[in-house]
């Protein structure tokens, strides 16, 4: 069976610093990997997405993330964060061969004045 | 291009009512999933369609939940009779999936935020 993990349910961090949110997966087979960031109230956007190739994956808002595929991890950064991106945070894997996100618990990420 | 579409953005009603949730997916996309949110279970998957034909309805719940996609540009999500512990914020997601391409994202809605009293 899959899983993800992301172990932080909420990061406060003040503006203008970097942040880093963690995820780690769990898989017998090779998995696709995303980030999606929701906003109050809305819809789940999708950040990045690795699928292949260069494990340094840059994706919208100024986010990157790497996949480390001994370590089972695709932590999402941001160098510098703005009060506008105080939002929750979702990882999620497909599995090789089927279609089924498989989501995080989400992480709360809180950016301060 | 317009997004996923989703109505209504707020429905309140009484328990054992019908309740009827509605979703317009991306033109073009031949892949759709009703989500489920709660704070308690996070993001559940209840239904997935492809071109209009249900593939994976394991995650419904139970017989008071229905879905149905009768054209490429609909699909309505129908909880009767209605109970409070349905409560949840329930999405629409769409995509363009085919056998060799099934990891490409999905692109969500805003979502109806559904409270059964």
């Known amino acids: 069976a899959q899983s993800v993990t992301q172990l932080d349910s909420q990061v406060p961090v003040f503006e203008e610093a970097p942040v880093e949110l963690r995820c780690n997966y769990s898989?017998?087979?090779?998995?696709?990997l995303f980030w999606y960031v929701q906003y109050p109230n809305q819809g789940l956007q999708l950040l990045l997405k690795?699928?292949?190739?260069?494990?340094l994956v840059k994706g919208i808002n100024g986010f990157e993330a790497e996949f480390n595929k001994s370590q089972t991890s695709f932590h999402l950064r941001k160098p510098s964060v703005h009060i506008s991106d105080t939002a929750e945070y979702f990882c999620?894997?497909?599995?090789?061969?089927?279609?089924?996100?498989?989501f995080g618990t989400g992480t709360r990420l809180k950016v301060l004045a | 291009d317009a997004g996923v579409i989703q109505s209504p953005r707020h429905e309140v009603t009484e328990m054992g009512q019908e309740v009827t949730l509605r979703c317009k997916p991306i033109?073009?996309?031949?892949?759709l999933f009703w989500y489920r949110q709660t704070m308690m279970r996070g993001l559940e998957l209840l239904i997935y369609?492809?071109?209009?034909?249900?593939?994976?309805d394991s995650g419904m719940p139970e017989d008071r939940f229905s879905a149905k996609m009768p054209n490429a540009s609909f699909s309505t999500l129908k909880i009767q009779p209605s109970e409070p512990r349905d409560s949840a914020v329930y999405f629409c997601?769409?995509?363009?999936?085919?056998?060799?391409?099934?990891?490409?994202?999905?692109?969500f809605g805003d979502g109806t935020r559904l409270s059964i009293l």
């Open positions: 997601a769409s995509s363009f999936l085919s056998g060799k391409k099934l990891n490409q994202p999905q692109h």
């Open positions: 369609f492809n071109n209009n034909v249900p593939i994976d």
């Open positions: 898989s017998s087979v090779s998995v696709y």
């Open positions: 690795y699928l292949s190739g260069s494990t």
């Open positions: 999620a894997v497909i599995p090789r061969g089927t279609y089924k996100y498989i």
């Open positions: 033109s073009g996309h031949n892949s």
